[in-house]
């Protein structure tokens, strides 16, 4: 199942879509990519609504953030 998982992080909110079993799963995940980060929501993804603002996937590996990205990857 995907769950949305809205964090704030350096004063600036957002949000990520990722697998987990369950919410905090999901919501551990975001946490171990960004301990900084305080989390604010976990929720099952809305496809409607989640279209209308795009989100971005945790990083997996480091690879992808030194391609380019602001520490979270598509």
Request: proline fraction near 4%; charge should be positive.
């Amino acid at each position: 199942m995907q769950f949305t998982v809205g964090f704030k992080l350096n004063g600036k909110a957002d949000h990520v879509v990722l697998d987990g079993q369950d919410a905090l799963a999901a919501a551990l995940k975001v946490k171990a990519e960004l301990p900084e980060a305080l989390i604010m929501y976990v929720r099952p993804q809305n496809r409607r609504g989640d279209t209308r603002h795009p989100t971005h996937a945790l990083a997996d590996d480091a690879g992808r953030r030194e391609a380019g990205g602001s520490g979270i990857a598509a």
